[in-house]
């Protein structure tokens, strides 16, 4: 038998063989990679539904669970088969004052010609979008008044951890508890004991200063005031925690205040409180809370009460968080000596904070900064 070497018999049939894959290939990054891209555009328009609705919710006061209930809503609404793929973050909490939200959301997208050359069906489409919310003036409802961590009367600041032994800030919310916080600096004896809150104004307008930086002058009544009627014109952000016990947080440093606006700041807290009977209707105002151990003098180094940094000038708190409180009323005199049952040798120094404790927010406060908060809020994307 000879064998025709001419004989091209068979030989489309390979070409055509490789060619099918080529074009099956081509199919697969023309008609797949159009409906990925579709579907990503889909997934994304979802997640920015859905932060902003979350930021909405936060806003209005409906609280975590109603946030992330809202979020999957109008998320699924834009992407039947949208679903969480990592648990949304709220680095400052669900409160009304401000805040920010990142969601993740995605979908899955079946291929057409994929399979045919060993590509996986479905593939998943993920993405993320991230929405901020506050008052319109910026930081909404703070007190430029900071409480010392360790000396907070009756009340707490709840940390508590996970079963990994890292701060769990999405635990439940204690129940509300009346809180006493007195300050006299009235007789020698009562400047030594001081406070059982340790009060102490802050500029805010040092917010996150070096801790070495020098300060400037003191904030006038007028901006204090300002500020707690109206919001301080941008966000008060707090560095975050170290994630292990026991909980560290790398403290803000802001500037002490001065000293002289008794009266008129007892006046402009009053003012955000309700009715001094009816415990539960005044406004959720934002404490700063300083962490002594941690504040420093001027040139940066540590000044611990105590004395245990020798004699030295406290010049700028360490800010680790904020206590939010309904105020209930500012009071003074023998008032003051009564509600916080404190023996003052001279009604007329002491003052007493008597607050509502509603929780701790080691986030800091977010706002969209500009302008005087005149009740609104501000929702935007902001990734």
């Given amino acids: 038998m000879r064998v025709n070497g001419r004989d091209e018999s068979g030989a489309v049939a390979v070409m055509v063989a490789i060619l099918l ?4 290939g081509m199919l697969a990054l023309t008609v797949d990679g159009g409906l990925l891209w579709t579907k990503f555009r889909a997934v994304r ?10 930021a909405y919710s936060c806003a209005t006061g409906e609280g975590l669970a109603g946030a992330e209930a809202k979020a999957t809503e109008v998320a699924t609404a834009n992407v039947a088969d949208a679903t969480n793929v990592e648990p949304n973050e709220y680095p400052q909490g669900c409160e009304i004052s401000g805040g920010q939200v990142t969601v993740h959301y995605g979908g899955q997208q079946e291929l057409m010609f994929g399979p045919a050359i060993g590509i996986g069906s479905p593939k998943p489409v993920l993405t993320e979008a991230t929405a901020t919310w506050g008052g319109a003036g910026g930081a909404a409802n703070v007190v430029p008044l900071m409480l010392g961590m360790q000396r907070l009367s009756t009340c707490d600041i709840p940390w508590e951890y996970d079963e990994n032994g890292l701060p769990d800030y999405s635990s439940p919310t204690p129940v509300p508890k009346d809180c006493f916080f007195w300050w006299d600096n009235g007789t020698p004896q009562d400047q030594t004991a001081l406070t059982n809150a340790e009060w ?19 904030a006038s009544q007028g901006d204090v005031s300002d500020w707690i009627y109206d919001g301080y014109p ?8 170290l994630p292990v016990p026991p909980l560290f947080q790398w403290p803000t440093y802001v500037c002490r205040g001065a000293g002289f606006q008794g009266g ?27 962490d002594s151990n941690q504040q420093v003098q001027a040139d940066g180094n540590l000044c611990r009460p105590d004395g245990l940094d020798g004699a030295c000038s406290v010049h700028k708190y ?14 003074t005199g023998q008032q003051a000596q009564v509600k916080c049952d404190h023996p003052a040798d001279n009604n007329g120094s002491l003052r007493c904070l008597q607050a509502v404790w509603i929780g701790f927010q080691p986030g800091g ?10 009740g609104l809020f501000a929702v935007a994307l902001t990734g």
């Fill in 45 to 54: 328009t979802a997640n920015d539904a859905a932060a902003l609705a979350a």
């Fill in 200 to 218: 102490g104004l802050i500029d805010l307008r040092t917010w996150d200063i070096e801790k070495w930086a020098a300060c400037p002058g003191n």
């Fill in 318 to 331: 360490a800010i680790i968080g904020f206590a939010v409180l309904e105020v209930v009323q500012v009071w």
């Fill in 21 to 24: 894959v080529v074009m099956v």
């Fill in 234 to 241: 941008d966000s008060l952000l707090l560095s975050e925690p």
């Fill in 365 to 374: 406060i977010s706002g969209s900064g500009g302008g005087q908060n005149f």
């Fill in 264 to 290: 008129a700041l007892n006046n402009d807290i009053n003012a955000q409180a309700g009715d001094p009977l009816v415990v539960g209707d005044g406004d959720k105002l934002f404490f700063p809370i300083n």
